[in-house]
């Protein structure tokens, strides 16, 4: 645990309470929810004590009715004199709170306020008694809103860590499920937890991640970005390298995977790592499905990740130098519609991209009945008056229409947003040399993939580096009967063999 | 760094592809200002070679006709191809090429080796030879209204092939004929005048003609329609046709679906190679009947397929006799001999060529009547006997 | 969990088997036939005993290489400080200016078949821009990315065969018969050629960790890429026949021109030869690799990426230079190139080995 913020370091609980909370004053100078105020211990108003809190962070009526009142109380504590004794009987449970810490330096006072404790401070004891009395205003477990639950638990991660860890802890009731904390952010101080299975994860990627956590540089740890940025093998590649998940139980089969898992407390979102492409192609509803069915649409998943990527760039490739590869047909009503737009073809392409990628940013940031309405708008209104008034050719908009729509079937958001940007850069190459050009630029890409590694396991895994083997562990979902392996890279204690 | 200087050069390249001489971007074609070829005709001129291109610009606007007169087919290509209205006809979607006779006796190979070397072209292009006239002129009147040559010529390959007078051979098998063999087959067709059903059609129609029997560097003869069935017959490119055949006071109209030809060579003791025996079997189907016959009837349809047979026969015979006299080996007879005992052929100590002229060859057809469709008595009309089916069934065991 | 530049024995046996598709592909089966006519389509099957033994004398000759040794340090053990060092250089030397080949005959390709109205220069610099990055980067990378490429590769080549297998014609490909061994074996001399460029890639030895004895991974990779050798000749002798096969440059893409994908797409040369393109860029960016690897071995630098660039600069030069047009090149790809490259793979590299173990060095 690291000291709270702003408070000085060395100096302990002074012998006069008046002077410790003065110090915590001038530590949360400027805090109007900073709190202090006087308890009458057993009622006697000789015998004071200071109590301390953050409002906000702890729950009033908690404090008045688990702390103040039984502290007040001359029934329970009248007849106990010395404050040596009362701190022996707050911390033996004499009030009705289940966490009591007792603290003789300020900086463990100060950082106990920040995690919704409330503080006890005596006179002549240079010790301080602190209780849990966190405020229970927090967002309620809801269904996870940005990854659609067809079949399955509807429970998501929350904002607040520990309502996280429970639901974890909920679904693998299990010993060795170890929840380190570390405290992230050298200004806002973000508990962070590394979440993995001892004895079964591998300790290379255990102590990785621990290395990783703990060398985070960051003033706060409150987006996404500072944990995966941070964390990840190579922050300059555009395709996500960790897996991030609202879904509970797409976090929990992960961890249970081999994988190590890292929440967050103010993100409502699990990160998990190794991330690899394979990974970012499943969703929890394939091991809901029956495996057939859940085998054909990962395969679909597959066939989508070629046709956003590849569609554009393909067709602005065959439609400006391979023309020979268009049917009669198709090529005749190609021609025709292309002869009433002005643009090169080029210039079409790039322009529906860029109108696309409007919509779809238009869509996102506006509230949720409008951004809906604005994406089914763009996209039937302007698509169709662009054909209309011959901006655009129709198959134009078809080819891009089909490449977004691919786009939107990948399970990760932010394999989709990589998968966009290389679909510039690919039509770009198209635009230049071709079929040659989009040869070459998936063989770049190839190579970029085939390059990074996540927590030391290839990204490819197991279409690379993996021997081999289990390459229909990406491709297909095997029955719950089989015998499956898991991913022989994440080498797991128990062998990468699952049971039945 | 050095990543993303060499990215930029990559990309620099892509883009100063704008500078002719550095760039593939010469390749590139504005697709609105396309015309699309379908057919493409050439015949002999004064200049040298008369080529027309046959294509649209699009699915609903009229077929469109270009032509020009030059040296060769390269040089004349090239000025027409860039020359429709401003707009750069391709060559790419090329259905089939017509030849007009004269240029075919003369100058074949030219046109061969231009769809060869031209990688626009497609290898599976169509090769036709027009008989008594310019190919110019047959796709000319070939072209309605509402029937664009390039559509009339493309339909043809499946009818020819259905009617069982020829085969549409395309560059690619012509080429590799003639490389092989040292000559190849060429379907010819021809204009027809017939009278126009209806008034958006084309003044002609298209017809097959036998087919042309050409070496590497011309066509030297031309096949006669019972020539072509007896061709297709043995090279096993028939695909079907329907043959009249009498039978006693009736006649059989049969379409002949399969054949399997067999091509056997015999040998002397001393090895020398004294004939080949072709044989033939045919199955056949009864499609329609003019006049009474009891098809049930063994001996009927004995006699049908023997008749049925002595048609084929003659066909495959006239053919067989045609290599020779343009001393050709155009049936790839000595090929088929060699697959067939490929030793006793090397070992026989004449070469083919001197062998072929003279070899004589045997043909022996069996046909087999395999059905006669859903009905098997044909419509009782007028005065046929009359009887039980109980007792047809048994006439018929008993003749069988 | 530090960056190694380790890779395993399968690794890179699936590098030298994709990197190995761009030449057979270039040679078949013009080279072939011309040696070995009509039968020739046997004569990939024929070449397997001759390449499984070239490959089982050099894995004889280096199995008691320690890990971690590349050809050129055992060239250096053999033959001594000097010479050693001499004799890799010189095989770096070769493989900078076969890199410079690989590059223009990828160019010479790709106008004949796809782009008729383009120059070589630009086909040249851009494939060697890209291999530059590559070859700069990490062995396992570059082994990862034909890891991931291989099944596309396969998957195109059964795509397109399947497709053209309605055009083969038996009539093109019989007769063969007993008497023809002789020029099957003569068809199959270009073939091994191409499989015998896999001892380039011992000079990668040093970043390969060994699976053990027993394991003999590269035999089947070797079958297999036999197996396409003998189904392409196959596919295109049986569509174009013998003597028309002979005439042409890239039969095997003039065979790809005809072919139809269940009427969708038309003539799909254009995309099989860019895909082919892909194997090109992995063939070059190994063999600058394994040149600036040797590099690095003979100078004892410690970084092999800086070496990468002037082995580009001799490949780029070499490609520009080495031929004026398409018929000078053609003597360089049918007589210079593979007399130079047999002579190093079963004559000088074995013999560099056999030097080092008959010392006894390893």
């Known amino acids: ?500 | 760094m050095k990543k993303a200087a060499l990215l930029a050069l990559a990309l620099s390249l892509a883009l100063t592809g704008c500078s002719p001489g550095l760039t593939i971007f010469s390749n590139y074609r504005h697709l609105e200002m396309i015309e699309l070829v379908r057919t493409v005709t050439v015949d002999s001129s004064e200049d040298g070679v008369l080529v027309g291109i046959y294509g649209t610009a699009g699915e609903e606007q009229e077929a469109r006709m270009y032509e020009k007169s030059g040296p060769s087919i390269g040089v004349t290509m090239n000025e027409l191809t860039l020359r429709p209205l401003g707009r750069e006809a391709i060559l790419s979607h090329t259905e089939n090429m017509l030849i007009g006779e004269d240029l075919a006796k003369t100058r074949l190979d030219e046109v061969l080796d231009y769809v060869e070397r031209f990688s626009e072209m497609r290898l599976d292009t169509g090769l036709l030879i027009v008989r008594d006239g310019t190919a110019r002129d047959l796709v000319f009147g070939l072209a309605g209204e509402e029937t664009p040559a390039s559509d009339v010529v493309a339909g043809l390959d499946q009818n020819i092939a259905r009617l069982g007078r020829g085969y549409v051979f395309s560059c690619r098998e012509i080429a590799a004929s003639l490389a092989q063999n040292g000559c190849a087959l060429v379907q010819c067709v021809r204009g027809e005048e017939e009278e126009k059903l209806f008034e958006k059609r084309g003044d002609l129609n298209l017809a097959p003609a036998g087919m042309a029997v050409m070496r590497p560097d011309a066509a030297v003869g031309f096949l006669d329609d019972r020539e072509t069935l007896g061709t297709m017959l043995l090279l096993g490119r028939f695909r079907s046709c329907n043959l009249d055949i009498p039978v006693d006071d009736a006649v059989f109209t049969v379409s002949v679906d399969k054949i399997k030809p067999d091509i056997e060579p015999v040998f002397s003791e001393d090895g020398r190679l004294l004939r080949a025996e072709i044989r033939l079997r045919a199955e056949a189907n009864l499609v329609c009947m003019d006049g009474l016959a009891d098809v049930r009837s063994r001996d009927v349809r004995r006699q049908a397929e023997e008749a049925l047979s002595q048609t084929l026969r003659s066909a495959c015979e006239a053919a067989v006799r045609r290599g020779p006299a343009l001393g050709l080996d155009f049936l790839d007879l000595g090929g088929i001999l060699t697959r067939r005992a490929p030793l006793a052929m090397e070992d026989m100590g004449r070469p083919w060529e001197e062998v072929f002229p003279t070899l004589p060859v045997t043909v022996e057809v069996e046909s087999v009547l395999m059905r006669t469709y859903d009905i098997i008595d044909p419509p009782e009309i007028g005065g046929r006997e009359e009887g039980t089916p109980w007792e047809k069934l048994t006439d018929s065991l008993r003749d069988s | 969990m530090g960056k190694t530049d380790r890779l395993t024995e399968r690794q890179l046996t699936v590098l030298i088997f994709v990197s190995l598709l761009s030449p057979m592909i270039r040679i078949l089966p013009t080279a072939a036939v011309m040696l070995g006519g009509r039968a020739s389509w046997l004569s990939a099957l024929a070449a397997l005993p001759a390449a499984a033994a070239l490959t089982a004398l050099l894995r004889a000759l280096t199995k008691n290489a320690p890990e971690g040794l590349g050809l050129a340090d055992m060239a250096i053990l053999g033959w001594g400080p000097a010479a050693g060092r001499a004799f890799a250089a010189l095989c770096a030397l070769w493989l900078s200016l076969y890199g410079g080949f690989l590059a223009r005959s990828a160019a010479e390709r790709l106008l004949s078949t796809v782009y008729p109205n383009g120059t070589t220069p630009v086909f040249i610099v851009t494939m060697l821009a890209v291999s530059i990055l590559a070859a700069a980067g990490l062995t396992k990378t570059l082994a990862r990315t034909a890891e991931v490429l291989m099944p596309i590769l396969l998957l195109v080549i059964f795509v397109v065969l399947a497709s053209a297998a309605p055009d083969v014609s038996g009539e093109n490909l019989l007769p063969v018969t007993y008497r023809d061994w002789k020029d099957i074996l003569y068809g199959a001399i270009p073939i091994f050629n191409v499989t015998a460029a896999n001892v380039y890639f011992l000079f990668l030895r040093g970043h390969v960790t060994m699976a053990g004895p027993g394991r003999r991974r590269v035999f089947p990779w070797l079958g297999l890429l036999l197996l396409i050798a003998f189904a392409v000749t196959l596919f295109t002798l049986g569509t174009l026949g013998t003597n028309l096969s002979i005439t042409m440059e890239n039969a095997f893409f003039m065979v790809i021109r005809n072919i139809k994908v269940f009427g969708v797409v038309e003539r799909v040369e254009a995309v099989v030869v860019a895909i082919w393109i892909v194997t090109d860029f992995i063939f070059l960016s190994a063999i600058l690799m394994i040149a600036a690897e040797i590099w690095k071995t003979v100078t004892g630098a410690k970084r092999r990426s800086f070496f990468v660039w002037p082995c580009a600069a001799l490949s780029g030069a070499a490609a520009f230079l080495i031929a004026r047009d398409a018929f000078a090149f053609l003597k360089w790809s049918d007589f210079i190139v593979p007399a130079v490259n047999l002579t190093f793979t079963v004559a000088l590299i074995p013999l560099a080995l056999a030097l080092g173990k008959l010392r006894k060095k390893y």
């Open chain 1, 1 to 500: 645990m690291t000291r709270g913020r702003g408070a000085p370091a060395a100096p302990e609980i002074a012998s006069d309470a008046a002077v410790s909370v003065a110090a915590l004053e001038e530590v949360y100078r400027d805090c109007y929810d900073f709190e202090s105020r006087e308890v009458h211990i057993g009622g006697d108003v000789r015998r004071k004590a200071r109590l301390c809190f953050i409002d906000g962070l702890v729950s009033g009526s908690d404090v008045a009715e688990q702390v103040i009142k039984p502290l007040t109380d001359p029934e329970r504590f009248g007849a106990v004199t010395d404050a040596k004794s009362v701190i022996a009987m707050l911390l033996g449970g004499s009030v009705y709170v289940y966490t009591a810490k007792s603290r003789t330096k300020l900086g463990e006072l100060a950082e106990d306020l920040l995690n919704g404790f409330c503080a006890l401070i005596f006179d002549a004891e240079r010790t301080a008694v602190t209780f849990e009395v966190k405020s229970q205003q927090r967002r309620s477990v809801e269904a996870p809103k940005e990854e659609k639950v067809v079949k399955g638990a509807k429970d998501a991660f929350v904002e607040t860590m520990k309502v996280n860890t429970t639901l974890v802890r909920r679904k693998l009731r299990n010993a060795h499920l170890k929840i380190r904390q570390y405290k992230l952010g050298s200004r806002a101080d973000t508990a962070a937890a590394l979440i993995y299975i001892e004895g079964f994860t591998n300790e290379g990627i255990v102590a990785e991640a621990e290395r990783r956590l703990s060398g985070i540089r960051t003033e706060g740890a409150l987006t996404s970005s500072v944990i995966e940025e941070n964390i990840v093998d190579n922050p300059r590649s555009p395709f996500p390298q960790v897996i991030s998940t609202e879904r509970t139980d797409k976090f929990c089969m992960n961890l249970l995977e081999g994988r190590v898992g890292i929440l967050v407390d103010g993100l409502p979102l699990g990160f998990l790592a190794p991330g690899t492409f394979s990974q970012f192609m499943k969703v929890p509803e394939d091991h809901s499905g029956h495996f057939i069915v859940a085998s054909a649409l990962t395969l679909l998943r597959y066939f989508s990740v070629a046709l956003t990527l590849l569609a554009p760039a393909f067709y602005v490739a065959v439609a400006m130098y391979h023309q020979e590869m268009i049917p009669t047909r198709l090529m005749q009503s190609m021609i025709e519609a292309k002869q009433q737009v002005p643009f090169p073809t080029a210039a079409e392409v790039i322009m529906m991209l860029l109108a696309f990628e409007l919509l779809q940013e238009a869509g996102i940031r506006l509230p949720s009945p409008i951004g809906e309405t604005v994406s089914i708008i763009g996209a039937l209104i302007v698509g169709q008056s662009a054909v209309e008034a011959s901006v655009v050719s129709p198959v134009v908009v078809v080819v891009i229409a089909l490449a977004g729509i691919a786009g939107y079937t990948m399970p990760n958001q932010d394999m989709g947003s990589a998968l966009r940007l290389c679909r510039f850069f690919l039509v770009l190459a198209a635009i230049g040399f071709g079929m040659f050009g989009v040869a070459l630029g998936c063989a770049l890409l190839l190579y970029h993939l085939s390059g990074l590694e996540s927590f030391g396991v290839p990204y490819m895994t197991p279409f690379a580096g993996s021997e081999g083997r289990h390459l229909s562990r990406a491709l297909l979902r095997h029955s719950m009967t089989d015998k499956k392996d898991r991913e022989p890279e994440l080498k797991t204690g128990d062998g990468g063999e699952a049971g039945l």
